[in-house]
Structure formats: C-alpha cells, structure tokens
C-alpha cells in the first residue's frame, strides 16, 4: 500500500487528503491546532457560528460548486459591501460604483480622472495598476491605506506582482450593485458551515492533531515527528515551502490577522444584504468588519461581527512582491517530485477555496 503524509489539515489538506484515501493509499496527516478545517473551520462563540474572516464561497467554476456542494449544500447569497470614507463621512458600496461618484464632495476632480485614463496602460506595480484605472482620488480614497494597511507595506509602489490577481472584480462597477452576479456567490446551508467536508474527507485517515513535524527529510522521503520516524511515497505539504528546506534561501514573508469578535445587543447591526464593511482610512487599524449572520442566517436576537486588523502574528497572506516570489519559487523548485507544495501557503499564491477544489480535482485525475 502506497503511503502519503499530508502536513496541515485546512481545507487544502482535506481536499488533497481525500482521493489519496479513496484511492486505497494510506493516508498519515499531521495537523499542528487541536482541530481540522484550518482557517475555514466554523467555530461558536455566545451560539453564534463563525469562522475567521468570511470564507463564502466564490467562484466561476461550475465543476467546483458540485464538488463542494456535494458534501455540504450551499445556498446562494446576494451580497452587497460598504467601505467608510472617513474623509467624506459617507458609506459607501465596494467595488467603487459609479453610482457614488456624484455624492463625493471631489466628483468633478474624479470625473475629470476618470475621463482622462490611459485607453491600454502597463502598470509596473500595485499603485500603478489602480491609479490607471482608477485615477488617483478614488485611489486614494479606496485603496492606498486599505492595501497599505492589509499587507503591513510602506508605499504600495512595493507590491510589484501579480497585483491583478488582488482584484476579481472590475475596478468600477455600474448597474446592479450586488457583488459577483455571474459567479457561484455561496455559503453553507448547515450552521456549522464546510465542517461536515472536513470530517468526510478525513475519514478513515490517520489524524493527528496537535502534531507538528520536528524534522523534514525531503530528499530521502522521511519526517520525524519527535522520536516517530514516518517515511513515505507523497508528501503533501500545506505550509508554508521555506519549512520543509530548512529555511536554506532565508524566511518567507507572509502577513496575518488579528481576529476580534464582538456581540453586539442588537438583532441585525448592518443594513440589509450589506455583509462587510472596509476600512480603507489611515486612522483606523482595522482592515473590515464582517456580521456573520448574514451568511450564516442564525436566528438570534444579538450579533456577532468579526473585526481583522493586519498582524505579524500569524502567517495567511503571501507577500506579493517579486523578491519573495521568487524566492517561494526557488523553494518549489528545489523540492523533489514526490512532494506536492499546495494550499495558499504551499503555492505563495492568493489562491481561494475554490482554487484549491479545482487543483485538488487535476490532482486525483492524475493519481
Ligand atoms: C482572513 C481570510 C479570509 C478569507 N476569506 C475567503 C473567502 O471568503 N472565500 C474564499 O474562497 N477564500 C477565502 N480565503 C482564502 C481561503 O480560505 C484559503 O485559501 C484556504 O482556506 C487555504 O486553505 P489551506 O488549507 O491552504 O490553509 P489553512 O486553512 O491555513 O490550513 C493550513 C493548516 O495547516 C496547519 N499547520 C500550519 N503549520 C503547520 C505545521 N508546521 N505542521 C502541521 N500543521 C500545520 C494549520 O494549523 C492549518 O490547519 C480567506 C483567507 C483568509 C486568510
């Protein structure tokens, strides 16, 4: 029987975990917290379901729905966000709408920005990008402190790749305002969100929680896990790549949240299908502000929102600058071709759930 070892038990590790399995392969997978699911496990706090940030379910791809939809229903969701400008006291949708223009104190200054972008226009870096396409008011309104703030950078001038992939959307919407109308736009039916997938997934694997892996031997295909030695025909690897070289091309750099919860005596504290809000002003160090129950639809006469503020404390999102990408690349290639590095953290990439279903489905076609 072949063997594999899977680090990490988030919803990569789960969705990697399960074809292994049910291709007959014995299946160790070491997961370092005391539960599975990773950052999109749903949790209680006060009966309220939530999970850290909103991991909805997004995506355009239909074979990706089905899969997940298969093991826990997903329901979809209409959804709309704001973002506060401090500066014109004034809440308004994100994506910037159209729409919102003409209540800015500033609308001439934008209309005559907008008028005047580059009809095609290669942007050098993240700053670039948006004041192309957006001019430099509502980039300044929108965007400069939010993204200077979510990835902890001194001017976003440093964020110089892959940019685009930060931005699913349009820069400038118009029309309905509802986010992602031509997209699988879902979350889970069940109030305790994907953890049905993660339990079905690892059925029949052996799971050790609390583990980590003390020493990585990636070239002769072994893992110690304190005195343990486990050997094995595929490693799949969850973490982040620089662990499992022994850091031999220096760290890599990745950026986390705090998380704060907050009940709120109040049944709903956001208007009708507004499910975030962004921070995106200097003066506050929180990024966004999410009310779960608009996901989750908890009947409960409080309410719970999730506050994020960026931190070092912990790692979830890769830096994207070209240093360290290319770094992460060098680790990638130096791995032998029986570990497979996927996940966010495994690929460096800001990959979301629904990447990880359709890379996790190649990779039991080729099993
Ligand atoms: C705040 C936030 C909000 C998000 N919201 C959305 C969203 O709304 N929609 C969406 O599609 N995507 C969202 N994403 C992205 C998506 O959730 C992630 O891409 C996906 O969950 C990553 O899964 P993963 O298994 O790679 O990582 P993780 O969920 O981080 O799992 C990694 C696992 O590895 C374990 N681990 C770490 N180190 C070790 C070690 N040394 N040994 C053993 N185990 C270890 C961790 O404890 C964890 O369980 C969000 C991401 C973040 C950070």
């Known amino acids: 029987m072949k063997r594999a070892v899977v680090v990490g038990a988030g919803f990569a590790g789960c ?58 229903p997903l329901r979809h969701i209409k959804k709309i966000n704001y973002t506060y400008l401090e500066r014109d006291q004034a809440f308004y949708t994100y994506p910037i709408h159209e729409d919102d223009i003409a209540a800015m104190p500033d609308a001439d200054i934008v209309w005559a920005e907008l008028a005047a972008r580059p009809e095609e226009a290669k942007a050098a870096n993240f700053e670039e990008f948006w004041i192309q396409r957006v001019g430099s008011t509502l980039y300044g309104k929108y965007v400069r402190d939010y993204n200077r703030k979510a990835w902890m950078l001194k001017s976003n001038a440093e964020m110089d790749f892959g940019f685009e992939s930060t931005v699913k959307r349009r820069p400038l919407e118009s029309g309905e305002r509802y986010e992602f109308k031509d997209w699988f736009n879902c979350y889970p039916i069940p109030q305790d969100g994907y953890n049905q997938f993660f339990d ?60 704060h919860k907050i009940v709120l005596p109040i ?68 791995l032998p071709g029986n570990v497979r590095s996927v996940g966010r953290m495994g690929v460096y990439r800001y990959i979301d759930i629904d990447d990880i279903i359709m890379q996790s489905l190649q990779f039991a076609k080729e099993l």
Not at 33 to 43: D, E, K, L, Q, S
Not at 274 to 301: I, M, Q, W
């Open 200 to 259: 079905i997934a690892l059925e029949g694997c052996d799971v050790r929680l609390d583990t980590t892996i003390t020493a990585f031997d990636v070239h002769r295909s072994r893992v110690d896990i304190g005195s343990e030695t486990l050997t094995y025909d595929l490693l799949v690897s969850t973490i982040s790549p620089d662990v499992l070289l022994n850091y031999q091309y220096g760290e890599l750099k990745y950026v986390g949240r705090e998380f």
């Open 267 to 334: 049944e709903f504290a956001l208007p009708q299908d507004v499910y975030f809000v962004y921070y995106p002003n200097a003066s506050e160090t929180h990024t966004r502000v999410v009310e779960y129950k608009k996901f989750t639809l908890h009947k409960s006469p409080s309410t719970l929102l999730g506050l994020e503020i960026p931190s070092l404390k912990n790692k979830l999102y890769p830096t994207l600058i070209k240093a360290e990408v290319e770094k992460a690349q060098r680790y990638l290639d130096a």
């Open 15 to 72: 969705a990697y975990a399960m074809p292994l399995r049910e291709r007959g392969w014995s299946v160790t997978v070491i997961e370092k917290a005391g539960f599975i699911g990773g950052g999109v496990r749903t949790f209680f706090h006060g009966g309220h379901p939530y999970t850290y940030g909103p991991r909805h379910f997004l995506s355009p791809y239909p074979e990706a729905f089905d899969f997940l939809n298969k093991f826990v």
